[in-house]
C-alpha cells in the first residue's frame, strides 16, 4: 500500500469510505477487473484493513458463524479462503472445511487477498476518517479528518455497522461501562467483578468468551428484553432448495405459521431445525423485499429477535462454552426490561429492570456494565457525522422505515429528491433497510462485485495468487 499522502489533494477513480471487510471486497474486485489497475484509495482510520467491527477481535475464542467452506471472498472460487488456510498452516483444506475458523483470521485472509492482487500496490489506505462528501461536476470531493481532501470519479460507502450507545438517562455519573465491540475494554475488567450484560446477542457472546478467557470469576448477568442467546449450528444437511413461492404472498404472522408447521415436520422426520433455517438462507433479500411497510415493521415489532437467533446462529464451541458457564451458575440470562442504572452506596451499580411478564421491578448489583444493546440503524444517530453531514447536503436519504440509507436493488444511494446517483454507492450494513440481509460474507462479496463491474463495467480479469 502507499504511504498516507498529505494534504494535498489526490485524484482516484474510486475512494471507499471504509477499510472493513466490505471496503476491501470492494478493493478486490475493483483490482480484478480491467487491463489496467484503476487508482483506488481506501479511507479508514484503522492501522490493518479488513479488521472491521467484525474482524477486529485478536481473541482466538471469537470465532467466524459460518464454517470455512463457505467463506470464500470470491464467489466463482468457493475454495479460496480454504486455500489460504492450507497454505497458512491451518491444515490439509479438506479437513478444514466444516471447522469454524477465528475471526483475525478471516481479516488476514482478506489482507493477503488484496496483496495478492496486480496493482495493490498503488492501493492507497488513507488514515483519516472522511468528514464530508461534496460533488462537483466529474466527481466528488472527500474531505478527511487530517484537514486534507482526495476527488473522485466513484465513492463507495463501506462504512459498516456501529454500536448503539446507552441512553445517557438511564447511566449515573460513576458507572463503569465497557462496549462489548472492544475486547481490550471487556478484557480489562477485573476477574473478580460481577458483570451485567446489556443485550444477548451475537456481542454478547463474545463479551462473554473475551471474560472466560481472561479467567473471569465473577458473576455474569445478561439482561435483554427477551432473554433469547443465539442458537448453535449442526453439521450442514443437504443443499436442496425447496424455494419460498409458497411465503412470498404471505404476511409475517402467516409465514411464521407456515415456517412452524414445515420445520415441525421436518424435525419428526428426524431433520435437525437448522436445515430448514439454510433453506431460507439464499432467500432472505426476497422475503424481506416482498413485505410491504406494514408488515416490515410488524416483523420488527414481533418477529425480528427470534428471527435472529435461529438465523444468526453460532458456532458449536461458543454455544457450548455458553452452555457450561450457566450450568456452573457463573452465567445468567435474564429477560427484562432495564428501567435505570444507580449508584449502589457500596460501589458500583444497581440494575432496575422489571422482569418480562412480572409488574414488579426488581434490582441486582453489578460492578461493571458490557453495552452489548447492537447496532445503530439510524444514520442520523450514526457516529462520526459523515452521514449526517451528507444528509444536510441532500446526498443521501434514510432508508426504509428510517433504517439504514435508501439505495437502489444495484447500491446506487438514492438521494434527497429521491434520484439514484450513478457514481456513488452504498454496501453493506447500511442497505440493510432495502435489503435486510446485507452484512454477511454471501451478500458482501456479491455486492461488491456488482459495483465494482458498475465501476469498471470492462472485460473482468482472473484473480491473483489463489490464497
Known sequence: MTPDPGPDEGSYDAVIVGGGA????????????GATAPRIAIVEPDAELARGAAYATGQPAHLL????????AIAEQPGHFLQFLERDGAGAAAGLCARFMPRRDYARYLRDTLASLPGSAAVAHLRAPATDIERFEGGYRVQL???????????????????????????????????????GDVAAIPAAADVCILGSGLSMVDAVLTLAAGGHRGRILVLSRHGLAP??????????????????????????RLLRRRIGAAVAAGEPWQWSLDRLRPHGQRLWRSLDAVER???????????????????????????????????????????????????????????????????????????????????????????QALRARGIVLPGPLGIGLASTVDGHVIDARGRPDPRLFVIGALRIGE???????????????????????????PAGRQS
Request: glycine residues 8%; hydrophobic residues 45%.
Open 435 to 461: 435489503l435486510w440481509e446485507s452484512i454477511a460474507i454471501p451478500e458482501l462479496r456479491e455486492q461488491a462485485r456488482d459495483i465494482a463491474a458498475t465501476i469498471l463495467p470492462d472485460r473482468a480479469r
Open 231 to 256: 442458537l448453535p449450528h449442526v453439521a450442514p444437511g443437504p443443499h436442496d432448495d425447496p424455494g419460498v413461492e409458497d411465503l412470498l404472498p404471505l404476511g409475517v404472522l402467516a409465514r411464521w
Open 22 to 33: 466490505a471496503g476491501v471486497l470492494v478493493a478486490i474486485r475493483l483490482l480484478m477487473r
Open 65 to 72: 458463524n459460518v464454517v470455512a467452506s463457505r467463506m470464500s
Open 297 to 387: 415493521r410488524r416483523f420488527l415489532r414481533h418477529a425480528v429477535r427470534y428471527w435472529d437467533i435461529h438465523r444468526h446462529r453460532i458456532a458449536p464451541e461458543a454455544a457450548a462454552a455458553l452452555d457450561a458457564l450457566r450450568a456452573e451458575g457463573r452465567l445468567e440470562i435474564v429477560a427484562g426490561r432495564l428501567r435505570a442504572i444507580t449508584a449502589d452506596p457500596a460501589g458500583g451499580s444497581c440494575i432496575h429492570y422489571r422482569p418480562r411478564h412480572h409488574a414488579r421491578e426488581h434490582m441486582r448489583h453489578a460492578d461493571w456494565i458490557v453495552n452489548a444493546t447492537g447496532v445503530e440503524t439510524n444514520v442520523d444517530l450514526h457516529p462520526g457525522g459523515l452521514l
Open 145 to 183: 479528518g487530517n484537514g486534507g481532501s482526495i476527488s473522485a470519479a466513484h465513492v463507495v460507502l463501506a462504512i459498516g455497522n456501529a454500536p448503539r450507545p446507552l441512553p445517557a438517562y438511564l447511566l449515573h455519573a460513576g458507572v463503569c461501562v465497557a462496549e462489548a465491540w472492544s475486547d
